[in-house]
């Protein structure tokens, strides 16, 4: 399933830098996209999410932009600090007549923030 | 803040045993979700869950997979044969209502050993 896909499994940042996540997608029934912070042993935390009819969402250091011509999405964080080291994960809900909306998870990728 | 809680948080079995995870939704979210993660691979969804009824399900929830709400506040998700590859960590989530753009909220998982 190659519907989300984040095609950096890591990156690395300095501490107070700008860490900027890259997400594309396929599917162009995908109206709703999410990003979760997970820790290892721990489940997807919610981050930030934003709706097919917004290009930004903003909350505090976080920002998401949305390019739908592209398909595709951003996550900045601006300052990066070292306990948002963690793994990245960009999901994709499509809105259906039936309930359910399951997302679509990308591969994610390893944020690592240096002191 | 209100949580989703899994439990057990580890579980190891045999080859061919019936496995029954658990989850506590949310108190006030209606619609429930399991998700698994295969080490390595990509978070996928299994079944979503509504008014007592399967909601969505993928080709991966087959007749080996069960859930149910056997009250007003667990959510479980059963294995009846559990086979090697059914090794991997089991995420529940649930979300208040039925608008895309209401968030799903996970558990911290089960990870399943099958031996």
């Known amino acids: 399933d190659q519907q989300v896909k984040q095609n950096s499994p890591s990156l690395s940042v300095q501490e107070g830098r700008i860490s900027i996540l890259n997400c594309d997608y396929t599917?162009?029934?995908?109206?709703?996209f999410l990003w979760y912070k997970k820790y290892p042993a721990e489940g997807p935390t919610f981050l930030i999410s934003?709706?097919?009819?917004?290009d930004k969402n903003e909350d505090g250091r976080f920002t998401v932009f949305l390019n739908k011509s592209a398909k595709h999405l951003s996550l900045h964080i601006v300052p990066s600090q070292p306990g948002d080291s963690a793994v990245y994960f960009c999901?994709?809900?499509?809105?259906?007549?039936?309930?359910?909306?399951?997302?679509?998870f990308g591969e994610g990728t390893q944020l690592t923030v240096n002191p | 803040e209100p949580e989703v809680t899994q439990t057990p948080s580890h579980q190891v079995t045999q080859m061919g045993q019936e496995v029954i995870l658990r989850c506590v939704p949310i108190?006030?979210?209606?619609?429930f979700y399991w998700y698994r993660q295969i080490l390595g691979q990509k978070v996928e969804f299994l079944v979503s869950?509504?008014?007592?009824?399967?909601?969505?399900k993928s080709e991966i929830f087959d007749d080996q997979f069960s859930v149910e709400r056997p009250d007003g506040s667990n959510f479980t998700l059963k294995i009846r044969s559990t086979k090697l590859e059914d090794s991997a960590m089991y995420f529940c989530?649930?979300?208040?209502?039925?608008?895309?753009?209401?968030?799903?909220?996970f558990g911290p998982g089960t990870r399943l050993l099958v031996l």
């Open positions: 989530a649930s979300r208040v209502g039925l608008a895309t753009w209401e968030t799903q909220y």
């Open positions: 599917n162009s029934m995908f109206d709703y």
């Open positions: 934003i709706s097919s009819i917004k």
């Open positions: 999901a994709a809900s499509a809105n259906r007549e039936t309930s359910g909306s399951r997302l679509t």
């Open positions: 108190s006030n979210h209606l619609y």
């Open positions: 869950f509504y008014n007592n009824e399967i909601s969505e």
